[in-house]
């Protein structure tokens, strides 16, 4: 299938963004010594286009499905959490594993497989953040998007790029060093870190797998990641510095994530 009807990236409007950065940072002058440099930069982390993208997304009126949810909405932005789960007209939380007991957000919490889940209702909105890496049979799994979402309704997807550095590196290594690389970098629990398949971690892999399911693409975006050395201060300053001097140049910055979102076709799609 041809693909010139793709729409280009992720539109987020400035009075999103300055809701969204008030909500996790506070005023500037005040906020900590990452979101200050970042802010000099004119950088925005993958995390903070999600937040805000999610921000425009969600209404009182929105039916939102979040798949794999774990113990967050959004790990590191509880504000902004809380407002859009007050928002929405329903929140379900679906997630396999025990994590989801310690989940505050969500209104409904379903312990299942996306695959299994099975519920009369059909939802406005679906969202996998960090999921889709982790994705072993992305056909089912697209079956069961198909299956609950409404006519019109939308899925997105926030995931770390496949070509990444940091996804080939955890594509060739076991678990235990997963776990040890990201307490070690970001300071997260080994109960947050999971087996990776990155099958749907590709523009091409999901157009074609969204398509094949009945959905049309919305919005594609690659996101700069510049996090790994965020707990320090020179590594920031060293990461940010490498990534304007590669936009100066013209040149990607390796490490990127995934923003896209997807439309099920059928009336109503806007």
């Not at 286009?49 to 009126?61: I, K, M, N, P, R």
């Not at 998007?145 to 019109?152: E, F, T």
């Not at 157009?207 to 919005?219: D, K, N, Y």
């Not at 996090?227 to 140049?249: K, N, T």
Request: glycine residues 6%.
């Amino acid at each position: 299938m041809r693909s010139t009807h793709r729409v280009s990236g992720v539109r987020i409007l400035d009075s999103t963004w300055q809701d969204l950065l008030d909500l996790k940072y506070g005023p500037v002058q005040s906020a900590g010594w990452g979101p200050r440099m970042r802010a000099q930069f004119g950088y925005r982390t993958p995390d903070d286009w999600y937040e805000a993208y999610l921000l425009e997304c969600v209404s009182s009126d929105t039916s939102w499905l979040d798949v794999g949810c774990g113990r967050f909405l959004f790990p590191s932005n509880g504000r902004t959490a809380l407002l859009l789960a007050s928002r929405c007209k329903l929140l379900v939380g679906l997630d396999p594993g025990n994590n989801i007991d310690d989940n505050p957000y969500v209104h409904e919490r379903v312990k299942a497989q996306i695959e299994d889940y099975r519920d009369s209702r059909r939802f406005d909105l679906i969202t996998l953040r960090m999921v889709a890496e982790h994705i072993t049979e992305p056909e089912n799994t697209l079956n069961a998007l198909a299956r609950l979402a409404k006519p019109g309704g939308r899925v997105v997807i926030y995931t770390v790029s496949k070509w990444s550095p940091a996804s080939l590196a955890a594509a060739a290594t076991p678990m235990a060093i997963h776990h040890a690389a990201k307490r070690f970098l970001w300071k997260t629990e080994t109960r947050d870190t999971f087996p990776t398949a990155y099958r749907m971690n590709t523009r091409g892999a999901l157009h074609t797998l969204f398509a094949r399911a009945g959905f049309a693409e919305q919005s594609f975006e690659y996101i700069d990641d510049c996090r790994s050395l965020q707990r320090w201060r020179a590594g920031a300053l060293m990461e940010l510095s490498a990534w304007r001097l590669l936009r100066a140049i013209g040149l990607p910055y390796p490490e990127r994530c995934i923003l896209a979102s997807y439309v099920r076709n059928g009336s109503g799609a806007s």
